[in-house]
């Protein structure tokens, strides 16, 4: 696609549900990444995958978070029995490939509100 | 520890230039970028500095000195629609992910 895109733009949810979040990076990057951006918080990192791999999933806060990706396409990050604490715009990246200098495309994001 | 500070507001007018610091501490360093990121919306790249100096790339320009641990992003010629937050960010070891800071939030008037 010509961008970063994700799904829902926005999702309400009630304390205890879990939800997914969806992104569909730009065609032919083998790099995805999540973020989330908490009010007043800079961007913090949840994890990164390689093709359909996570090598890197340094950033998720709890086992309540997973990711997936298939096809080296989409991705899919599952929040179980979600917690107020879990508002927040998550932010989804792609690059064409990782190390020095890559560039990491950003889609709009998904905001998530726990009631 | 990772650590990355930048100014939380800024003002300026339209037409003049604006310097936004940042400084790092991070345990490793792979390049450092800049973001724009309007209200609501996905960020977008500005610039990349892995190289001490001056990169240049329009109205925006981002220096480094990666000694000091320093970065600033300058605009010139200012207009409204660079009201914008400001995103400095430093690549990881492995370059696997973003270290971000907290953001520049720019405020351009007339």
């Known amino acids: 696609g010509a961008g970063v895109s994700q799904s829902p733009s926005n999702k309400v949810t009630e304390k205890g549900k879990d939800v997914e979040l969806r992104c569909d990076p730009i065609?032919?990057?083998?790099?995805l990444y999540w973020y989330r951006q908490s009010l007043g918080q800079g961007l913090e990192f949840l994890i990164y995958?390689?093709?359909?791999?996570?090598?890197?999933k340094s950033g998720l806060p709890s086992d309540r978070f997973s990711a997936e990706r298939t096809g080296g396409s989409v991705s899919t990050l599952t929040i179980q029995r979600t917690q107020q604490e879990d508002s927040a715009v998550y932010l989804c990246?792609?690059?064409?490939?990782?190390?020095?200098?890559?560039?990491?495309?950003f889609g709009p994001g998904t905001r998530l509100t726990v009631l | 520890g990772q650590n990355i500070d930048q100014p939380t507001e800024m003002t300026a007018t339209e037409g003049a230039i604006v310097q936004i610091n940042c400084t790092y501490q991070?345990?490793?360093?792979?390049?450092l970028f800049w973001y724009q990121q309007h209200a609501g919306e996905a960020p977008t790249f500005l610039s990349y500095?892995?190289?001490?100096g001056l990169e240049e790339k329009g109205r925006f320009s981002s220096f480094l000195s990666r000694s000091k641990g320093y970065s600033y992003l300058l605009l010139k010629e200012l207009q409204m629609k660079d009201s914008a937050s400001y995103l400095c960010?430093?690549?990881?070891?492995?370059?696997?992910?973003?270290?971000f800071g907290k953001g520049t939030t720019l405020s351009v008037s007339s």
């Open positions: 065609s032919g990057h083998t790099a």
């Open positions: 960010a430093v690549g990881n070891q492995a370059g696997t992910a973003l270290i």
């Open positions: 995958f390689q093709g359909n791999s996570a090598p890197d």
């Open positions: 990246a792609s690059s064409s490939g990782v190390g020095t200098g890559r560039t990491q495309y």
């Open positions: 991070t345990s490793g360093f792979n390049g």
């Open positions: 500095n892995v190289l001490d």
